[in-house]
Antibody, heavy 116, light 107 residues
Framework: EVQLVESGGGLVRPGGSLRVSCAAS????????MHWVRQAPGKGLVWVAR????????NYADSVRGRFSISRDNAKDTLYLQMNSLRAEDTAVYYC?????????WGKGTLVTVSS | DIQMTQSPSSLSASVGDRVTITCRAS??????LNWYQQKPGKAPKLLIY???SLQSGVPSRFSGSGSGTDFTLTISTLQPEDFATYYC?????????FGGGTKVEIK
């Protein structure tokens, strides 16, 4: 059974940093592109970033480029999102999802709240 | 960046109704168009990928169509468990934009 389990969310002050993780199991993690998608409270889905299966290629939404960094450890079957210079508008549930041309599997998400 | 305009933003329908949701891309996206269903407090679920391919396990009352810039999700006979929010997404080129969502509510 495919499982994606996010962790690391929490409350952080504006300007602060946080790293969220996504532990994968039940599939060959190293074969898949992986993505982060976020959803602010009561709002729609917003794609954040993606990383190629071998980590050689990354892409970002304009709103996070230069502040967020996506990475992966294929030996640990884990995806990461390092978030720096956090703003109130980054408050959201962060989901990891498998990718290629569609997000077949999703985690349950981890809530990141940016507030003073 | 590609913009995805989804309509309507909400609709009210009854069990048994036929429901159609549209998604328009700001430029041609070939067949890189997916549809997701999301229920409150849950992660999204893939329904349709590549415009019209039904994801495994998804009921056949869901179908997708379209080409170029205009796409449609159809629920042929609305069931109680289909009341949810639906999103389209293009995966033609990053950023991989989602539509604004369509909330399907009970009439």
């Amino acid at each position: 059974e495919v499982q994606l389990v996010e962790s690391g969310g929490g409350l952080v002050r504006p300007g602060g940093s946080l790293r969220v993780s996504c532990a994968a199991s039940g599939f060959t993690f190293s074969n898949y592109w992986m993505h982060w998608v976020r959803q602010a409270p009561g709002k729609g889905l917003v794609w954040v970033a993606r990383i190629k299966s071998d980590g050689s290629t990354t892409n970002y939404a304009d709103s996070v480029r230069g502040r967020f960094s996506i990475s992966r450890d294929n030996a640990k079957d884990t995806l990461y999102l390092q978030m720096n210079s956090l703003r109130a508008e980054d408050t959201a549930v962060y989901y990891c999802a498998t990718g290629g041309m569609q997000h077949e599997f999703w985690g349950k998400g981890t809530l990141v709240t940016v507030s003073s | 960046d590609i913009q995805m305009t989804q309509s309507p933003s909400s609709l009210s329908a009854s069990v048994g109704d036929r429901v159609t949701i549209t998604c328009r891309a700001s430029q041609r996206i070939n067949n890189y168009l997916n549809w997701y269903q999301q229920k409150p407090g849950k992660a999204p679920k893939l329904l349709i990928y590549a415009v019209s391919s039904l994801q495994s396990g998804v009921p056949s009352r869901f179908s997708g169509s379209g080409s170029g810039t205009d796409f449609t999700l159809t629920i042929s006979t609305l069931q109680p468990e289909d009341f949810a929010t639906y999103y389209c997404q293009e995966t033609y080129t990053p950023p991989l934009t989602f539509g604004g969502g369509t909330k399907v509510e009970i009439k």
